[in-house]
């Protein structure tokens, strides 16, 4: 198989140019112990498979230099920045802003919006 038939076959299975939102976790250690973290990571992940969330794309990030009240997420396109993401949190942020796009304003730190070209 040539290298453009490769990346085509990447990018099928993983939804690439379907995708609707992209959230980065950020599993610490600087902002939440590494335990922690990949305990919100893996709730995460059980999540977005069991809700079938098939055009969100999930990102686990080592820093996203916020280091206070992890485990951190941001959410684009709209760049939401929100803290304290446990499993309870995460429930939270992916029943309204995942699947309704509306923020939750207590968890939220900032948003960010990309422009657009």
Known sequence: M???NEWKEVCT???IGKLTRHIFLCTGPKCV???EGM???EHLKTKIKDEKLNTVFRTKV???RICKKGPIGLIYPE?????????ENLDLVINNDLKKNHAVREL???EDALDSF
């Open 2 to 4: 040539d290298q453009e």
């Open 13 to 15: 299975k993983l939804k």
């Open 33 to 35: 112990a590494n335990e």
């Open 39 to 41: 305990k919100a990571w």
């Open 62 to 64: 080592g820093c996203l």
């Open 79 to 87: 760049g939401t920045w929100y803290h304290s993401l446990s499993p």
């Open 108 to 110: 939220m730190i900032t």
